[in-house]
């Protein structure tokens, strides 16, 4: 099952502030495809990452029941948890967020993120994340 995201307005102008790490706890970064999108939050406890991929091959397709919202295209890891799938009603893609040249990678708290050629990676210090791309999301 192919996708595209129909959610590709940033619900706060938040999202739209500055480049990353300037110090306004949210830090957006993209991959150089501009297909996955993410932020980092240094103000929640514990640090967290989630990134939404915007087109692809939807990996995960069965929905939660509890989950009445969009689930399959936005992933989440925080500083001591394992990776997730989120069920979520809003976006964090913001076309204008940093690139995160494929060979980078960032880190903040106990999360960091790598961008490479197949996808991006997030993880935290216990080896718990995901991985992204067109054609496979996996958590872990």
């Not at 494929?102 to 050629?117: D, Q």
Request: glycine share 12%; aromatic share 8%.
């Amino acid at each position: 099952m192919r996708f595209l995201s129909a959610s590709l307005v940033p619900i706060t102008l938040g999202f739209l502030a500055g480049p990353l790490f300037a110090g306004s706890g949210e830090h957006n970064f993209q991959a150089p495809s501009g297909n996955i999108h993410c932020v980092m939050q240094e103000y929640e406890e514990p640090q967290n990452v989630r990134c939404d991929i915007i087109e692809g091959t939807l990996t995960h397709r069965r929905r939660p029941k509890d989950c009445d919202l969009d689930y399959g295209q936005a992933f989440y890891v925080d500083a001591r948890g394992r990776g997730e799938v989120a069920c979520h009603g809003d976006t964090i893609v913001n076309r204008r967020a940093r690139v995160l040249n494929y060979g980078e990678s960032i880190n903040l708290g106990g999360v960091w993120c790598t961008s490479e050629r197949s996808g991006m990676t997030c993880r935290n210090s216990a080896g718990h994340g995901f991985s992204l791309s067109r054609a496979k999301q996996h958590v872990f």
